[in-house]
């Protein structure tokens, strides 16, 4: 994976105001959104999820209706600025992980 990359990613349809693939700092006003209606939901019982690019995020929630729940997951990152998780305005759930982070 390269810079900014997402190793998986719940977007739950943010419409015109924002793309899923947005960068979880950036500012923008939601206004005609869809997220009222859509729904993502991502579930991971098992195995690894490993980034290795500058900004990176090993699991990103991304809308008011997007979920992730990892069980039994191994997160690791591998570069400056990457992190195991990010949500924006999202929902998490993680349960008996492993994180490791490599510089």
């Known amino acids: 994976m390269g810079k900014n990359a997402v190793g998986v990613l719940a977007c739950s349809s943010p419409g015109e105001s924002r793309t ?4 979880v700092d950036d500012e923008v006003c ?13 579930k991971m019982n098992g195995g ?7 900004n990176s995020y090993g699991a990103y ?15 690791e990152t591998v570069a400056d600025g990457s992190y ?4 924006r305005q999202g929902n998490i759930d993680i349960k008996k ?5 490599w510089h």
Not at 20 to 23: E, H, I, N, R, S
Not at 48 to 54: F, Q, Y
Not at 97 to 101: P, S
């Open 97 to 101: 992980f492993y994180y490791n982070k």
């Open 20 to 23: 899923c693939v947005d960068a």
């Open 48 to 54: 690894s999820i490993t980034t290795n690019g500058i």
């Open 61 to 75: 929630a991304n809308g008011k209706k997007a979920y992730i729940n990892l069980d039994y997951v191994v997160l």
């Open 30 to 42: 939601d206004s005609n959104s869809y997220e009222v209606i859509s729904r993502a939901d991502l």
């Open 84 to 87: 195991a998780v990010a949500i």
